[in-house]
């Protein structure tokens, strides 16, 4: 089955204690992107890639990290965790026409972070 | 800067009935216009989207969405909503040059009543 997965799908955590937010996606695709969901605010995107060791910025890349070493693989690093980025977030995929052009993508399940 | 508004934060539709969840944007360019939907506890799933041509655009499930470029709006529109329809749903907009990120809507919790 075609789909974009995301590990954990929940995580409470305290201040400052690095963790990652894995996705993987089995399509091949080339686009990958990480996104933020905050009531009121709807989805903000925090990184891109557009192909492996390809990254850039979206609008709220402030305190996070991202790697691309693997087509499949694009996992979201945050390195001291504050309650601010307290959230859920989305992972997403897709063909680079589609991402390029229709930005018609697939979302994981999401991950529901607790920063305490 | 491009920007979406989703005046309503929650639209009530009795079953049955025709239902329209509003959406106006601000782009540069030209706009290419999406929407998506979001079942609890689910990833957001595309439902259709504006890129050029005929400005009412057919999608998934029944639904459609008019373009119209005067008034920078792309409501969704069902001529008949289902209990199934309620959910989260977002609108979308990209320019056609430009930056590739689309930015979202705040959202529109759908509620289909029996």
């Known amino acids: 089955e075609a789909q974009v997965t995301q590990n954990p799908r929940y995580l409470i955590t305290v201040t400052g204690k690095k963790l990652t937010v894995t996705c993987s996606q089995n399509?091949?695709?080339?686009?990958m992107s990480w996104y933020r969901q905050d009531p009121g605010l709807g989805l903000r995107q925090i990184y891109y890639?557009?192909?492996?060791?390809?990254?850039d910025k979206g609008d709220v890349p402030e305190g996070y990290k991202v790697s691309r070493k693997e087509k499949r693989n694009f996992p979201l690093i945050l390195e001291s965790p504050s309650p601010n980025q307290t959230s859920l977030y989305f992972c997403?995929?897709?063909?680079?026409?589609?991402?390029?052009?229709?930005?018609?993508?697939?979302f994981g399940p999401g991950t529901r972070l607790t920063v305490l | 800067a491009q920007s979406v508004a989703q005046p309503e934060d929650q639209v009530n539709v009795a079953e049955g009935n025709p239902l329209t969840v509003k959406c106006t944007y601000s782009v540069s360019g030209n706009p290419y216009l999406f929407w998506y939907v979001q079942y609890p506890n689910r990833g957001l799933q595309f439902l259709l989207k504006y890129i050029t041509g005929d400005n009412l655009v057919k999608g998934s499930y029944g639904f459609e969405a008019e373009f119209n470029k005067s008034q920078t709006s792309f409501h969704l529109k069902k001529p008949s909503a289902l209990v199934s329809d309620s959910a989260l749903y977002f609108c979308?907009?990209?320019?056609?040059?430009?930056?590739?990120?689309?930015?979202f809507g705040s959202g529109t919790r759908l509620q289909v009543q029996p």
């Open positions: 979308a907009v990209r320019a056609d040059t430009g930056r590739r990120a689309l930015t």
């Open positions: 890639s557009m192909n492996v060791e390809v990254t």
């Open positions: 399509m091949n695709h080339e686009y």
């Open positions: 997403a995929s897709s063909p680079p026409r589609l991402a390029e052009i229709y930005n018609e993508q697939f």
